[in-house]
């Protein structure tokens, strides 16, 4: 069974760059086809796609984030990461990470890892 | 703002239909995928591609789609199908996704 488990920091100050990283266990981040994913949730707010990654490198990047946004593939672990730059107190949220299924017939997230609160905050 | 609208509140008595819906125009040219949230919990697929259940969604959840409104239908709801349900699917552009604001689903 494929399961999905954030890491990183849970403390960000401000300007600062906030990097987590998900771990893939119960099958291989290199298969073909699948995207792995970022989502955020601010608190008491809806969800929000902050960008995507195959394993060959290709991504696709929320345009408001773009700029600030790097994503990154490390196939040897079996993990992607997210870095975001210059971070201020609205990217405080629950970051998940999920697989990704992209094609434009069939588009899904699935499953997605618990997630983990990151505050930014001096 | 989200390119993909939902409704913030809808409420079924418990044992009836109801349908949650989500608009945008991108909908005319892919489909959506649907999730659900509860509280403290991360989100998990009960839709995808228009009518395709994952393994383990019970019959009582469906999709379907016409022109810019995708639709999620739970077909005798049950009290633990209380929930947040977020739709999402490629933005106008097709090269990024987009989660609708979500609608808080109330089992009276």
Do not use: M
């Not at chain 1, 994913?37 to 195959?54: A, M």
């Not at chain 1, 975001?84 to 990470?97: G, H, M, P």
């Not at chain 2, 709801?77 to 349900?85: C, P």
Request: with cysteine; glycine share 10%; aromatic share 10%.
């Amino acid at each position: 069974q494929l399961q999905l488990q954030e890491s990183g920091p849970g403390l960000v100050k401000p300007s600062e760059t906030l990097s987590l990283t998900c771990t893939v266990s119960g099958g291989s981040i290199s298969r073909s086809g699948y995207y792995w994913g970022w989502i955020r949730q601010p608190p008491g707010k809806g969800l929000e796609w902050i960008g995507s990654i195959h394993y060959s490198g290709s991504t696709y990047s929320n345009p408001s984030l773009k700029s600030r946004v790097t994503i990154f593939v490390d196939t040897s672990k079996n993990q992607f990461s997210l870095k975001l730059s210059s971070v201020t107190a609205a990217d405080t949220a629950v970051y998940y990470c999920a697989r990704h299924w992209p094609l434009v017939g069939e588009n899904w997230f699935d499953p997605w890892g618990q997630g983990t609160l990151v505050t930014v905050s001096s | 703002s989200s390119e993909l609208t939902q409704d913030p509140a809808v409420s079924v008595a418990l044992g009836q239909t109801v349908k949650i819906t989500c608009q945008g125009d991108s909908l005319r040219s892919y489909y959506a995928s649907w999730y659900q949230q509860k509280p403290g919990q991360a989100p998990i697929l009960v839709i995808y591609a228009k009518n395709n259940r994952p393994s383990g969604i019970p019959d009582r959840f469906s999709g379907s789609s016409s022109g810019n409104t995708a639709s999620l239908t739970i077909t005798g709801a049950q009290a633990e199908d209380e929930a947040d349900y977020y739709c999402n699917s490629r933005d106008s552009s097709g090269n990024s996704w987009v989660f609708g604001g979500g609608t808080k689903l109330t089992v009276l």
